[in-house]
């Protein structure tokens, strides 16, 4: 046997081990496909970015992590948070050790949720990893609680995967908002970012937002109203990453609605789905952006509990290319449970949109986003839920579907339940998800979806004060615990020919 065979059998062999598969087959010259169909197993690791939570005095932090237990997932693991260190301190090394040394939250076993809080100002961003058995399905939210001023109420965002480009439909540049767009580096290198606006009239002209850059295990925040000198109602912000990755995320404010995080909306598409309306919705805006050079034309539904119907006056809403559109639906769900349904009246235009929901009235209002987004698919989970005030929408806007509904153990008590639930074609259901038994502390929800079509979901969280209800919605997309893999078998002969 010559050497370079056997040099390339040791090479494949040592991938083998490695990997503990080797992928490598020779056809067979039948022309018949013989591969096995993928196989989809659990990731092994994961990054997490939360933004700082708050620049108010007056803000509670309770920060909740949790992984759900997954299937053939590795017994061993961990996860951990780590502090981002600001813009101005990333580049001369003026971290606050204390703080770096003692997370707000350390993660637990999957299966069992972790709680921490922080208070004040100075709460920094979080990078986070999960690695091994912890990774599959990591999931960790913020929610804070402002007792007065500007975005006072409750405000909760789940914390992100970077990525390198995101669009934030429902921002605003206008008198009485302030808006942050969050950045959040988990690399060792720098990013290099451009933050665009776009208003009702097509791009707002700026330069600063060009060419920022976020250092290495660093986070920048920059003012909306900084980035552009003209005031609009309803902005869209694309973050696009020149270099490197990052975590984004809007933190829009108001002085009189109070305020909350806009997430990035799903990816632009012809079809969209913005689940879990409140039933008690004063007012709800409707905001869009298509970011191609075609004008886009879509039928807006509202999937009910008995079916899509159709509000009046609001049938279609036209949306001109590189413009932002908003639409105020009213009360749109009146008094029951909505998610909107847009679709293309023709040919399909991707769009990105989001809708900005106020509950109460006069001066006991508050306000909260909900962007569209990706169906639950195999499982979503969302980590920080009370004994009272979890309501979670399950949405069918297409074929109906079985749904189950896990409920973790408590964090610091109860034993886990379990409910299925069927949503009919085309409806929007409040379901009364399970509650562990013996609840102690906080809990997880994960949605899984067992049969027929996609189903969109998201949880709305309610603290209610004095004065008005506080609360915060987050949508429930697929938490990519499971990558696709193609199944193989060792076949080393291939290198001997």
Same mark, same amino acid.
């Given at each position: 046997m010559k050497r370079t065979t056997l040099s390339l059998i040791a090479c494949a062999a040592a991938l083998a081990a490695v990997t503990g598969f080797a992928a490598v087959a020779t056809p067979d010259g039948s022309g018949t496909d013989t591969a096995a169909p993928a196989a989809r197993l659990p990731v092994e690791r994961t990054s997490l970015l939360c933004p700082a939570p708050s620049t108010s005095d007056l803000a509670e932090t309770q920060y909740t992590s949790f992984t759900p237990v997954t299937k053939g997932a590795d017994e061993k693991g961990e996860a951990a948070l780590t502090t981002a260190a600001r813009g101005d301190e990333a580049g001369d090394g003026?971290?606050?050790? !204390?703080?770096?040394?003692?997370?707000?939250?350390?993660?637990? !076993?999957?299966?069992?949720?972790?709680?921490?809080?922080?208070?004040?100002?100075?709460?920094?961003?979080?990078?986070? $990893?999960?690695?091994?058995?912890?990774?599959?399905?990591? #999931?960790?939210?913020?929610? $804070? !609680?402002?007792? %007065?001023?500007?975005?006072?109420?409750?405000?909760?965002? @789940?914390?992100?995967?970077?990525?390198?480009?995101?669009?934030?439909?429902? %921002?605003?540049? %206008?008198?009485?908002?302030?808006?942050?767009?969050?950045?959040? @580096?988990?690399?060792?290198?720098? %990013?290099?970012?451009?933050?665009?606006?776009?208003?009702?009239?097509?791009?707002?002209?700026?330069?600063?937002?060009?060419?920022? $850059?976020?250092?290495?295990?660093?986070?920048?925040?920059?003012?909306?109203? $900084?980035?552009?000198?003209?005031?609009? #109602?309803?902005? #869209?912000?694309?973050?696009?990453?020149?270099?490197?990755?990052?975590g984004a995320a809007v933190q829009a404010l108001d002085d009189k609605t109070g305020g909350d995080w806009l997430t990035a909306a799903a990816d632009p598409a012809g079809d969209l789905v913005l689940p879990g309306i409140p039933k008690d919705a004063t007012a709800v805006r409707l905001v869009l952006f298509t970011p191609g050079g075609t004008d886009a034309d879509l039928k807006v539904r509202l999937a009910s509990p008995s079916g899509l119907i159709t509000p009046a006056g609001h049938e279609t809403v036209h949306v001109k290319a590189g413009m932002t559109t908003g639409v105020d639906l009213g009360e749109v769900t009146r008094g029951e449970a909505g998610s909107l349904v847009l679709t293309p009246t023709d040919g399909a235009v991707p769009v990105v949109a989001a809708v900005r929901v106020v509950r109460g009235k006069g001066g006991e209002q508050e306000s909260a986003f909900i962007p569209a987004t990706d169906p639950v698919g195999a499982r979503a989970t969302a980590a920080d839920n009370r004994a009272k005030g979890t309501t979670l929408a399950l949405t069918a806007p297409g074929e109906g579907a079985e749904v189950k509904v896990t409920a973790s153990a408590g964090a610091e008590g109860g034993t886990t339940a379990t409910k299925t639930f069927t949503v009919k074609a085309g409806t929007t259901q409040n379901v009364e998800a399970p509650v562990p038994a013996g609840l102690k502390g906080g809990y997880a929800l994960t949605v899984e979806t067992v049969s027929g079509g996609p189903v969109h979901a998201s949880r709305t969280l309610t603290v209610a004060d004095d004065d008005v209800a506080s609360f915060t919605v987050q949508t429930l997309p697929d938490d990519r615990g499971t990558v696709s893999v193609p199944n193989a078998e060792e076949d080393l002969s291939v290198l001997q020919k």
């Amino acid at each position: 046997m010559k050497r370079t065979t056997l040099s390339l059998i040791a090479c494949a062999a040592a991938l083998a081990a490695v990997t503990g598969f080797a992928a490598v087959a020779t056809p067979d010259g039948s022309g018949t496909d013989t591969a096995a169909p993928a196989a989809r197993l659990p990731v092994e690791r994961t990054s997490l970015l939360c933004p700082a939570p708050s620049t108010s005095d007056l803000a509670e932090t309770q920060y909740t992590s949790f992984t759900p237990v997954t299937k053939g997932a590795d017994e061993k693991g961990e996860a951990a948070l780590t502090t981002a260190a600001r813009g101005d301190e990333a580049g001369d090394g003026k971290k606050d050790d !204390e703080k770096a040394a003692k997370p707000p939250v350390e993660p637990k !076993e999957p299966g069992t949720p972790a709680t921490g809080t922080t208070s004040g100002s100075d709460t920094p961003a979080l990078i986070g $990893t999960a690695e091994g058995g912890q990774a599959p399905g990591w #999931t960790v939210q913020q929610t $804070t !609680e402002v007792a %007065a001023g500007t975005g006072r109420g409750l405000q909760g965002v @789940n914390c992100t995967a970077p990525d390198t480009e995101f669009w934030f439909p429902g %921002a605003s540049t %206008a008198a009485g908002r302030t808006d942050y767009v969050h950045l959040t @580096n988990p690399d060792d290198s720098a %990013a290099v970012v451009d933050i665009e606006l776009y208003g009702k009239d097509g791009a707002l002209k700026s330069t600063v937002g060009e060419g920022v $850059t976020v250092p290495p295990h660093g986070t920048e925040s920059l003012l909306l109203s $900084t980035l552009a000198d003209v005031k609009e #109602t309803d902005v #869209t912000v694309h973050v696009g990453v020149r270099s490197g990755r990052v975590g984004a995320a809007v933190q829009a404010l108001d002085d009189k609605t109070g305020g909350d995080w806009l997430t990035a909306a799903a990816d632009p598409a012809g079809d969209l789905v913005l689940p879990g309306i409140p039933k008690d919705a004063t007012a709800v805006r409707l905001v869009l952006f298509t970011p191609g050079g075609t004008d886009a034309d879509l039928k807006v539904r509202l999937a009910s509990p008995s079916g899509l119907i159709t509000p009046a006056g609001h049938e279609t809403v036209h949306v001109k290319a590189g413009m932002t559109t908003g639409v105020d639906l009213g009360e749109v769900t009146r008094g029951e449970a909505g998610s909107l349904v847009l679709t293309p009246t023709d040919g399909a235009v991707p769009v990105v949109a989001a809708v900005r929901v106020v509950r109460g009235k006069g001066g006991e209002q508050e306000s909260a986003f909900i962007p569209a987004t990706d169906p639950v698919g195999a499982r979503a989970t969302a980590a920080d839920n009370r004994a009272k005030g979890t309501t979670l929408a399950l949405t069918a806007p297409g074929e109906g579907a079985e749904v189950k509904v896990t409920a973790s153990a408590g964090a610091e008590g109860g034993t886990t339940a379990t409910k299925t639930f069927t949503v009919k074609a085309g409806t929007t259901q409040n379901v009364e998800a399970p509650v562990p038994a013996g609840l102690k502390g906080g809990y997880a929800l994960t949605v899984e979806t067992v049969s027929g079509g996609p189903v969109h979901a998201s949880r709305t969280l309610t603290v209610a004060d004095d004065d008005v209800a506080s609360f915060t919605v987050q949508t429930l997309p697929d938490d990519r615990g499971t990558v696709s893999v193609p199944n193989a078998e060792e076949d080393l002969s291939v290198l001997q020919k």
